[in-house]
Structures are given as structure tokens and as C-alpha cells.
């Protein structure tokens, strides 16, 4: 399932712009990833750091008062410096089903094309996470790219037993 154009058009007027995380950034990113009720929520310090140590890899979604409404997180991973690992996928509530997520992710992967090349993207997902299987699913397919998905981690390497298996996913090679 791909996001429409139309969807992402009218994404796109619904806020004022995308760049990079500020510091001052990571309380609100923090709060999105917490009232999301699906992401692991890290700690408001851990946020605060990603907004200055990973900006580059990250972007935000501003609204009317360039308040953060939705991010996507990344880094590249240190082994394959073309892979961009994304770490977190958020939306704010009001904000959802627009097609920011799919918006925000296309931003970001052509920004780090055009700033350092990009060979493949890479993301874990829970089984349970549909709205993550699908924003990837349809990202591959956007940009014709193959999608191959493997179990990263087992549920049982989690130390509280209960953790569902992380899903590798792994979009591309894009063209260079």
C-alpha cells in the first residue's frame, strides 16, 4: 500500500516545513514517541542528545508555531557508512494518517543521498507494528527498491522475556 500523492500533498500543507532536530527539539520528540503508545520510549535525556549528536541523520515536521509534530530518527550504521539505520518513526495523534511519516522518511533518505550517498535503509519492526510495516512496505515500492526481512533479534535476547522478535528490514541498493 502506497501513500497516494494526494495524501502526500496534503501532508505537506499541513506543516510549515522538515529540517534537521534542535536540542531544543528533544522534550517534544520525546513527548510524541511517549504519547505514540507504540515506540520504546528511551529517556527525555537520550532524546536531547540524539537532536544534537544525530541531527544530520534525523528530521523534523514543524507545524504553524514550528513546534516538532512528527520526526523520523536515524544514524548511519558505522560498519556500512551508506546504510541509514532509522531508529524511531513518530507522528503526533493529530497529525496521523496524512502521510507525514511517508513524507518525513522520503526527506530524509534524499538528504542523506545528496550529503554522504545512500546504499540501503535499514529498520527493525515488531510483528505487531503494521503501521511501520507498511509506511517501509510502500516505501520500497515508491522507490522500486527491493525489501528483504529477516529476525534481527530474538525475543528471548531481551532480558524481560516478553519482547516480540525485531524484523530487520532491509530496503534497497538504491542507485547511486
Not at 115 to 135: F, H, K, M
Not at 145 to 154: I, N, T, Y
Amino acid at each position: 500500500m502506497t501513500a497516494a500523492p494526494a495524501d502526500l500533498a496534503r501532508a505537506r500543507s499541513e506543516f510549515l516545513s522538515i529540517d534537521a532536530p534542535r536540542v531544543e527539539d528533544g522534550a517534544a520528540i520525546w513527548r510524541i514517541a511517549r504519547d505514540s503508545q507504540v515506540l520504546d520510549l528511551n529517556s527525555s535525556y537520550s532524546y536531547l542528545l540524539w537532536c544534537r549528536d544525530f541531527a544530520a541523520t534525523s528530521v523534523v515536521a514543524r507545524g504553524e508555531s514550528g513546534e516538532p509534530i512528527a520526526f523520523v530518527t536515524g544514524y548511519i550504521r558505522p560498519d556500512r557508512p551508506q546504510t541509514l539505520v532509522v531508529w524511531q518513526v513518530a507522528v503526533d495523534a493529530a497529525h496521523r494518517g496524512k502521510g507525514l511519516a511517508a513524507t518525513l522518511l522520503d526527506a530524509l533518505t534524499a538528504r542523506v543521498a545528496a550529503d554522504q550517498g545512500l546504499s540501503s535503509v535499514e529498520t527493525t519492526i515488531t510483528p505487531d507494528n503494521t503501521a511501520s510495516e507498511r509506511l517501509f512496505t510502500s516505501y520500497a515500492q515508491r522507490h522500486d527498491v527491493a525489501l528483504e526481512r529477516e529476525v534481527l533479534f530474538d525475543g528471548d535476547l531481551f532480558p524481560e522475556g516478553t519482547h516480540l522478535p525485531e524484523v530487520l528490514y532491509r530496503i534497497g541498493p538504491f542507485a547511486t
